[in-house]
């Protein structure tokens, strides 16, 4: 919670007014699912993070940006609710490396699958990191169209 603001800060400078997490969400993001809520720094300063609750579905739905419930220890789908980097801090990995981090809890704790919605522009950085394209989602969030991306493991 001491880096609320920062992570406020790269949440809105990452996604439209529609789509950022509202301070109600990223608190209790930050709160019930503190295992799958992970940040990225560079010398002491935080650029990026990633986070999302594990789910039983195997696609977003809009109530998840919303509502969070904790964890299980085992099991389920790891969905990715937001993946944001500073801009300044932008092109040297750090969204890689992010993910990367996610998929080996995930996989830890045996998870069946990453799942993700994201925009059309987005698709091919995730399936360069083998996420599959499911097609469009039913998700309004935000007023955008968006692609379910899912990576089984």
């Not at 930050?30 to 579905?57: C, H, K, Q, S, Y």
């Amino acid at each position: 919670m001491d880096d609320f603001d920062r992570l406020m800060e790269i949440e809105k400078l990452s996604f439209t007014p529609a789509e950022a997490a509202t301070e109600v969400a990223f608190v209790n993001r930050i709160r019930m699912i503190p295992d799958t809520f992970l940040v990225a720094e560079e010398n002491g300063e935080i650029v990026g993070f990633i986070n999302g609750p594990v789910m039983d579905n195997a696609f977003i739905t809009d109530d998840l940006f919303s509502e969070t419930k904790e964890n299980p220890e085992i099991g389920g789908v790891q969905s990715i609710l937001g993946l944001a980097v500073h801009p300044t801090h932008r092109k040297k990995g750090i969204a890689t490396m992010l993910l990367s981090s996610l998929e080996k809890e995930a996989a830890f704790k045996n998870r069946s699958a990453v799942t993700l919605t994201c925009l059309e522009s987005l698709i091919p950085f995730y399936e360069k990191h083998g996420y599959q394209n499911d097609g469009r989602s039913e998700s309004e969030h935000g007023g955008e169209e968006w692609f379910n991306m899912t990576k089984k493991f």
